[in-house]
């Protein structure tokens, strides 16, 4: 039987609706590729892909009975340049990590909290003017993001060096492991306490390999999906949240769609954990 489009919304439709509601989640996409650390890989075309498979989902998520149908959202396009952070909550579908450092560079770093779900710390020294994927946390350190506010979950074993580990310690970044991203919901509250603001980003090589191919820097060993979508819906929820980003995924290298997808599962738990603040 073939079901109609009342009878089975798609999350492309809700996302490509459009909203003029100044409390409308707002998405865009930032499809960042210079200064990559893996050179040649293609991280400019997943915000396409991921709004490409929002047409195979749907908007409703079952386990929480939530429906995005009555979410208000705003897909402002794509552009390089991260737009000012100025909604509510905005969702940055990348790109690669240096996303991360472009939407927070002009903020009052001193009263924003910084939580990673990542394999990587990406604290690698950098070139003034060349922030890529591997140095965002640390030029945004330099920047004047203050080491204590910032919470990295899911690094990986095996996949940093020693010296980037003792440099996050040493600047007061608190440092966790895969098995930590259940905590997800606790770290918010902790970093809310002491910031006016939390940007969240989730690069998706915190995953094990086995649930990210698309994602050059991921390996055995990293979170399962429901564990990050537990923690995109966390951020989603969480009142102090004003943007998350979601990046590292090469839709090239991608095997059935799987990385693709776990990004655009990952943008509809967020948007059902915005749901919720209202």
Not at 95 to 121: I, K, Q, Y
Not at 175 to 188: F, K, S
Not at 229 to 242: I, K, L, M, T, Y
Request: aromatic letters at 4%.
């Amino acid at each position: 039987m073939t079901t109609s489009p009342a009878d089975w919304p798609t999350a492309a439709a809700w996302l490509a609706r459009g909203s003029d509601d100044p409390d409308a989640l707002v998405v865009a996409g930032v499809p960042l590729v210079e200064h990559a650390v893996t050179a040649g890989s293609r991280y400019d075309l997943a915000p396409a892909a991921i709004r490409q498979r929002l047409a195979k989902l749907s908007t409703w998520q079952s386990q929480r009975r939530v429906d995005l149908d009555h979410v208000e959202v705003r897909d402002v396009g794509d552009d390089v340049r991260p737009p000012p952070l100025a909604a509510p909550l905005t969702v940055l579908l990348g790109g690669h990590n240096g996303v991360t450092f472009h939407a927070l560079a002009g903020a009052e770093l001193d009263r924003v909290g910084l939580l990673t779900l990542d394999a990587h710390h990406d604290v690698r020294p950098y070139e003034r003017g060349a922030v890529g994927n591997g140095s965002p946390v640390r030029a945004l350190i330099d920047a004047g993001l203050l080491g204590s506010n910032v919470v990295q979950v899911g690094i990986h074993g095996f996949s940093n060096s020693r010296a980037h580990h003792e440099w996050c310690l040493a600047a007061g970044i608190t440092v966790l492991g895969p098995g930590r991203v259940e905590d997800v919901p606790d770290l918010l509250d902790i970093l809310a306490g002491r910031c006016d603001a939390i940007y969240v980003d989730i690069d998706l090589d915190v995953l094990d390999r086995a649930f990210a191919p698309g994602c050059p820097g991921s390996r055995p060993g990293g979170a399962r999906p429901d564990e990050v979508f537990d923690a995109a819906f966390a951020a989603g929820a969480h009142p102090s949240v004003r943007a998350v980003d979601i990046v590292e995924v090469d839709p090239t290298a991608d095997v059935a769609h799987v990385t693709v997808d776990a990004a655009a599962l990952t943008l509809l738990n967020i948007a059902a954990g915005y749901a919720t603040r209202r």
